[in-house]
């Protein structure tokens, strides 16, 4: 019952959390934390079910998650293949493609070592699996936050519809991702007006590259001024050169037009829990919402994602795999 009532105290402190501010990572942590107690617990209790229940959850447990991660590598593998063909070969482009080989190339190295019967390597591989299964989780937990977070809806009327730029296709045609946003600003502005409500500003919001012709802002405007909207409805930022910039800058025109303002920012589903991180740093007044990504395209970008918000928080964690290193030195160096 105690495990129970861990997994409830953190399941409490999550509810809390995300009452306070959806935006936090600690929020993704505590729900990852809330899970594995849960199932902690549930296991404590396999002992006094029925043989053929026992059986049934030891196989849910350990061999689904087994057979589980054998489908992702052979996925992402597949999925970077289909990316590497469509996108090109940036670094970026290659990550879902080498997740799925570290997988493989994990249980290799954990068979392969298995056999060799060296307490050094042992000690090692263990130490390398104790920073694996730490990142794993942590992106586990981002990955099932972020989902639940893409589910809020706009609820009332808002001030202002922000969409965030990104590059334009021959430096000054909106490209089929950018366009997504701009329809997804475009429905919360329809919907508002559809109600009754006041037509809301759709800030557009993005600056010019240096291989651009025209600031973002300006093409995404003229892209929403072609779909019928109405040209006053419009604003531009167009100082913005990156995602900070585009909460900060926006910001500061949101408020001089209302210090009081309500807004919801529009980027893509990939990028609408770390763009709501940042939303909250720069202090914005509202959440933000995804508009959809081609599927072959939200694998590779979702890691991307990942990777910048376990960066950004380096201090905790690479803190902990330091930890974890040491701790697995340690524990090697007892049994030499």
């Known amino acids: 019952m105690v495990a129970f009532a861990l997994a409830a105290l953190l399941f409490l402190l999550f509810c809390l959390s995300v009452r306070k501010d959806r935006r936090r990572f600690r929020n993704a942590v505590l729900l ?32 689904v998650p087994t057979l589980g991660i054998l489908a992702l590598g052979v996925f992402l593998i597949g999925n970077g293949v ?3 063909r469509r996108e090109g070969r940036s670094p970026a482009n290659l990550l879902s493609l080498l997740a799925g080989l ?33 990142v794993s989780f942590t992106f586990l937990c981002f990955l099932g936050y972020a989902f639940l977070y893409g589910r809020i809806r706009v609820r009332g009327d808002v001030d202002h519809v922000v969409m965030l730029g990104s590059g334009l296709i021959g430096g000054d045609r909106v490209p089929p991702l950018l366009a997504s946003r701009l329809r997804k600003g475009q429905k919360i502005y329809e919907a508002q007006l559809a109600r009754g409500g006041r037509p809301p500003v759709l800030l557009v919001s993005g600056g010019k590259g240096s291989d651009e012709k025209v600031p973002e802002a300006r093409a995404m405007a003229d892209w929403l001024i072609a779909q019928g909207v109405p040209q006053e409805h419009v604003v531009l930022e167009d100082r913005s050169t990156t ?61 991307r994602e990942f990777v910048a918000v376990f960066w950004e928080h380096r201090a905790v964690n690479l803190g ?15 049994t030499l």
Not at 103 to 110: P, S
Not at 116 to 130: E, H, K, N, P, W
């Open 32 to 63: 990852g934390l809330t899970f594995i107690t849960l199932s902690f617990a549930l296991l404590l209790q396999v002992s006094a079910l029925p043989q053929w229940a026992f059986v049934a959850v030891l196989m849910l447990v350990f061999a």
């Open 320 to 334: 902990i795999c330091a930890a974890l290193v040491a701790l697995g030195t340690l524990a090697t160096a007892g």
């Open 243 to 303: 995602t900070e910039e585009n909460m900060l800058f926006s910001r500061e025109l949101m408020t001089a037009h209302d210090p009081h303002y309500r807004c919801v920012v529009v980027t893509n589903d990939f990028h609408a829990f770390r763009a709501a991180m940042m939303a909250r740093k720069a202090r914005v007044n509202g959440q933000v919402l995804g508009s959809p990504t081609a599927r072959y395209y939200w694998p590779s970008a979702t890691i």
């Open 102 to 134: 570290g997988i493989f190339a994990m249980i290799a190295l954990l068979i392969t070592v298995d056999m060799q019967g060296s307490r050094i390597l042992d000690g090692m591989v263990a130490t390398l699996t104790l920073v694996v299964v730490y």
């Open 82 to 84: 289909t990316m590497v």
